[in-house]
DNA sequence: CAAAGTTAATCAATCGATTGATTAATTAAC
DNA sequence: GTTAATTAATCAATCGATTGATTAACTTTG
């Protein structure tokens, strides 16, 4: 019971702080706010993560954890190259657009220069974990000559890159897109499955040889 | 003289603001800093600028000034969708390859949900516009039966999600493409002419009717 | 079983440091 | 000589972090 709510209350913090920090930055998200919205006395951060930064590498950790495996499996899959991508692509935007706070946590976290916290080098080898399984399928696509010889890594970027846009900058993306994907039944309902038909369609052709 | 000296030293600070922005965020960016970095007083940030924030929007309003123009040029040539379409691509590269602590700034600011700042508007709407004139060449070339009819407002949102991408995250950017793009004479040699080329092929395969 | 001992969880209060901003005094410019 | 530019000093507010005290829960002992 007493262990349960430990468990439960720290694991609550956790999940609070990946929205706080999403919507407002490291820097914009004060300890006093996160513990707070999460109706947590304020020493119980430091209690349970030793620091603001320790409760950053928890959120980050956590999710990066639930996420690990999918892309694996995928990649080991018998099947052709084109349908393995089409999932892992498929996947990948599922899971963004369910999780959107993390993701804006992820990218303004490789993007800053915050001098030497560990977070950052472990998010940066967690994407790039993530981009290599993309990447290789791609390769091996090329090499069967199921694909044409295209720029692999730019391949990669581009499909990561206009999922983070999207995503990221959903204020612009809804005047873009002409929807309001700050609604999340909008978001997962209208643009989720437009954004994955557009990078199967533009993947085809710029990857299948006609 | 001092009229002169005076201007240098306002405009010096918003440079020197742009990159310390850009490094580390804007909460994460102090005015004690922004001032050392641009040695000059304190003070003077708020004798000129009235705020930090009023300081940012003055870096925001420069660069965008500075940009303005170009894109409306090239979308009233008297050339192919094909050719405009190119010509817009290869320059909006060469802009975010050349001002990357700007375009680091335009994405966080319109990333954070920071509480009704101006800024975010002003930012919101200048990036829409630069889509817009990208989105109603793809929109001609269709029109035309010059492109195939994909999804434009998607095909836009790629392009500037994966120029954003490789440019914001250069940590991450170098290892997927194994070069140093902390390096400006890499970036600029190596990655600005790879970037344009391969959206160039992606562009091609994807729009131009086989 | 019950009293004593032990540990973990939680709290209000406060720490020194830093934040953005402002003041009053001084200097430079025309 | 008056206006504009610049400075050091200082402001209240807030930052992340820590303190000592208190509570609740479990363990040990007799």
New binding site residues.
Partial sequence: ???K??ID??EHLVEVAERVFGELGY?G?????LAQEAG?????????F????GLLKAVVERRILLMRKGFEEIAQKDASCWEKLDQVVQLYVSRVATSKYFHKILFREISVMRTGSEVTEFVIDHIYGNTLHVQQIIEEGIKKGEFRAVDVEMTVASIFGTVNYLINSRRLASKMLKMDLLDDQVLQNDMKPRLQAYLQDSLKTHLLIK
């Fill in positions: 019971m007493a262990e709510d430990k209350k720290k820097e998200a004060s300890t006093r706010l947590v006395n304020m020493a119980m951060l430091n209690y349970y030793g620091s603001k930064d």
